[in-house]
């Protein structure tokens, strides 16, 4: 518990520093989760190179918390750290892996920034994430990794029941997405794991998608600000924490579907099924309420 005591402290500080330097919403706070990281992860699986390189693109991204940097260079610092994680995993040389690889990453990075509108929203879904590396990997320190990593985030949730208090950042879930794909790729064998896994993220990438198509087929500059996600629809209907239910709902509803069928594409095309059906359906109820 030592952890957790010692992340709301930080969190505090955090906080206090950023308003003496900074006329804004602290935010850019999940970049901390870069030292626990390093010692039981980076240590252990990575050569030094790497490790340094995705210390530095991280650093070089909490500038756009700080004051923001053009869209193209945040996606470079994306395809960047996903052509270091793939040199830095065992993939045979196989380029058709980078390529899987750099998608992975660029929808993990942009589809935890737009559940970052509601800060509870994006600690709830990282806790759930975290929660299956904790109890399923087989490797110990990611284990040991996502249960610190777990202190924090429930820490950091403790700011977030106010709204506009303090943020996880841009920086933060660039970090933390390098870190899934990380401790993904060191337990691909693991097929539990990575059933749940995709269980528990498949529906906000298929919210993030549908609002991407929305935009383009209303001709909306994709680089704008959106509430059009259905967490930050229910939010601005519902004055209460029920937006966290759809992904809290849709993830425990894919993890019992996980256990009848075996991971395999026919397992990711009838959870795609499922979600799109449920997101329709979710957002023709909320639209006839109205």
């Given at each position: 518990m030592i952890f957790f005591f010692l992340f709301l402290l930080i969190n505090i500080c955090y906080i206090h520093v950023w308003y003496?330097?900074?006329?804004?919403?602290?935010?850019?706070?999940?970049?901390?989760?870069?030292?626990?990281?390093?010692?039981?992860?980076?240590?252990?699986?990575?050569?030094?190179?790497?490790?340094?390189?995705?210390?530095?693109?991280?650093?070089?991204?909490?500038?756009?918390?700080?004051?923001?940097?053009?869209f193209l260079w945040r996606i470079m610092l994306q395809i960047l750290s996903s052509v270091v994680i793939f040199f830095s995993v065992?993939?045979?040389?196989?380029?058709?892996?980078?390529?899987?690889?750099?998608?992975?990453?660029?929808?993990?990075?942009?589809?935890?920034?737009?559940?970052?509108?509601?800060?509870?929203?994006?600690?709830?879904?990282?806790?759930?994430?975290?929660g299956v590396f904790y109890f399923y990997a087989d490797l110990e320190f990611i284990k040991k990794t996502s249960q610190i990593i777990l202190l924090f985030l429930i820490s950091f949730s403790f700011f977030n029941f106010k709204k506009n208090f303090l943020y996880f950042g841009d920086s933060g879930c660039?970090?933390?997405?390098?870190?899934?794909?990380l401790f993904a790729y060191s337990e691909m064998n693991n097929a539990i794991l990575i059933k749940l896994l995709i269980s528990v993220i498949i529906f906000p990438v298929i919210d993030v998608f549908y609002v991407i198509g929305y935009r383009i087929l209303n001709k909306e500059n994709l680089l704008t600000r959106n509430?059009?996600?259905?967490?930050?629809?229910?939010?601005?209907?519902?004055?209460?924490?029920?937006?966290?239910?759809?992904?809290?709902?849709?993830?425990?509803?894919?993890?019992?579907?996980?256990?009848?069928?075996?991971?395999?594409?026919?397992?990711?095309?009838?959870?795609?099924?499922?979600?799109?059906?449920?997101?329709?359906?979710?957002?023709?109820?909320?639209?006839?309420?109205?």
């Open positions: 003496k330097f900074l006329d804004k919403v602290p935010t850019g706070i999940g970049i901390v989760l870069i030292v626990p990281c390093y010692f039981l992860y980076f240590e252990e699986q990575l050569y030094f190179l790497s490790t340094f390189l995705i210390l530095t693109f991280t650093f070089i991204y909490f500038l756009d918390d700080l004051k923001g940097i053009h065992s993939f045979d040389g196989n380029y058709i892996f980078l390529i899987l690889n750099l998608f992975f990453i660029l929808v993990l990075v942009n589809v935890l920034n737009f559940q970052d509108g509601e800060d509870l929203n994006i600690s709830t879904l990282l806790i759930m994430i975290f660039y970090l933390i997405s390098i870190i899934i794909a509430y059009l996600h259905i967490y930050q629809i229910i939010a601005q209907k519902i004055n209460s924490k029920l937006y966290l239910l759809p992904n809290m709902i849709l993830s425990f509803l894919n993890i019992f579907i996980s256990f009848y069928i075996p991971l395999g594409i026919n397992f990711i095309i009838f959870l795609v099924s499922v979600n799109i059906s449920l997101l329709f359906i979710m957002r023709l109820i909320i639209k006839k309420s109205d």
